[in-house]
Structures are given as structure tokens and as C-alpha cells.
């Protein structure tokens, strides 16, 4: 075949380091929509950007040539810089180590959609620990608790 074609499409789950809640009501859409054009200036395509004060989920489809771990460099090195530059509230700002990407299909990218822009009224009933432990759970992906939070 004389093209190499894909698409693929991930939800990308990370939180701050040690879940401090930087991102508040008052930069939260202004660094969402950051993420979302580092993203794009990979060339994958964002199609949601979303979470609460202290984490973050992407659905993105994937540029051919772009593997996940480069993808998630680019976010968290462009974005801790930019974050850092709107104020001294975050100069002290800091991304986890680790990520959380799943494959999910075309089919239920709608689904992901509306489940990151609901996060508002989904983490009034469940926190980030609990629904990231459901996530790799309902992925199976075995994890160790002992290593899973930083």
C-alpha cells in the first residue's frame, strides 16, 4: 500500500501534581482552549477539552506521525510554561508525571464528548482517584496503587 493512513482516536486523562487545584473558574476555558491548540499544533485534532480544577481529559485523534507519549510531552512542557506567564497564583505549577490514554472507537466518540464536558456535575459525586481507578478498570489496565498518584 502505498499510504499510510490511520485514525485514531484517544481519551487523554492527567491531573496536576498532588491534585492541587490550579485551575480554577478563572482560567480554567482559557487554558482548556490552550490545550486544545497545542494539540492541534501537532496536527492531531482536539475534539474536547474538559475537566475540573485539578485534572484534565482530551478526546483527540491522533496525527499519523505523532506517538502518544510526544503528544503528551508537547501538552504538559507547552502548557506549564503558559500557565506560569498568567499570573504568580501559578508559578508553583506543576503537571503529574504520568497519563492515562485509552483507545476508544469512532462510535462512541460522542459519548466522550459529552462525558468530558459534563465534568463539573460528574466530580460532584466522584472524585478524581475514583474515577481514574474506573477508567483503567474499565480499560483493563492493571495498575498498582502504590505507584498510580503523585
Known amino acids: 500500500m ?6 485514531v482516536i484517544v481519551h487523554l486523562v492527567f491531573s496536576t501534581k498532588d491534585r492541587v487545584a490550579f485551575m480554577d473558574r478563572t482560567i480554567r476555558d482559557s487554558f482548556h482552549a490552550y490545550l ?3 494539540v492541534r499544533d501537532t ?8 475537566g475540573v480544577s ?6 483527540i485523534r491522533l496525527a499519523r506521525p505523532v506517538s502518544q507519549s510526544e503528544l503528551v510531552e508537547k501538552i504538559k512542557t507547552t502548557s506549564s510554561k503558559w500557565i506560569k506567564t498568567q499570573g504568580a497564583q501559578y508559578s508553583k505549577f506543576s503537571w503529574q508525571r504520568g497519563f492515562g490514554i485509552f483507545s476508544i472507537s469512532r462510535g462512541h466518540l ?3 464528548v459529552s462525558y468530558i464536558g ?3 456535575v460528574h466530580h460532584q459525586a466522584v472524585s478524581f482517584q475514583d474515577e481514574f481507578r474506573e477508567l483503567l478498570r474499565k480499560n483493563e489496565v492493571e495498575f498498582d496503587e502504590r505507584y498510580l498518584w503523585d
Open 110 to 112: 460522542e459519548k466522550l
Open 54 to 59: 485539578d485534572h484534565v481529559h482530551l478526546a
Open 118 to 120: 459534563n465534568q463539573e
Open 2 to 7: 502505498p499510504q499510510s493512513l490511520s485514525n
Open 36 to 38: 486544545a491548540s497545542v
Open 43 to 50: 496536527g492531531s485534532e482536539c475534539y474536547r477539552v474538559g
